[in-house]
Nanobody
Framework: VQLVESGGGLVQAGGSLRLSCAASGIIFNINAMGWYRQAPGKQRELVAAITSGGSTNYADSVKGRFTISRDNAKSTVYLQMNSLEPEDTAVYYC?????????WGQGTQVTVSS
């Protein structure tokens, strides 16, 4: 299983970015896909997740600004990030959660300048 992320970059505060994560390989029993982030000196934290049934969960800090969605046919999950703040600067990691194992992407850098 491979997760390939794209869409990170440098943006000014108030701007938007859209992250994509495409999963490839044979995958069984997917419970959820999501995005985590890790800023320098901080622990990795959940940003948003979406279950196979479409239920979503967001960190309080991004509610109302970020939207997670998925295309099951393409095995792809997206994270639309609006009204970005410097505090959103981090490496963003795609996660695929199954019953027995978690898969991770390589990470994509998001930098928000003030």
């Amino acid at each position: 299983v491979q997760l390939v992320e794209s869409g990170g970059g440098l943006v000014q505060a108030g701007g938007s970015l859209r992250l994509s994560c495409a999963a490839s390989g044979i995958i069984f029993n997917i419970n959820a896909m999501g995005w985590y982030r890790q800023a320098p000196g901080k622990q990795r934290e959940l940003v948003a997740a979406i279950t196979s049934g479409g239920s979503t969960n967001y960190a309080d800090s991004v509610k109302g600004r970020f939207t997670i969605s998925r295309d099951n046919a393409k095995s792809t999950v997206y994270l639309q990030m609006n009204s970005l703040e410097p505090e959103d600067t981090a490496v963003y990691y795609c996660n695929l959660h199954t019953v027995v194992v978690d898969y991770w992407g390589q990470g994509t850098q998001v930098t928000v300048s003030s």
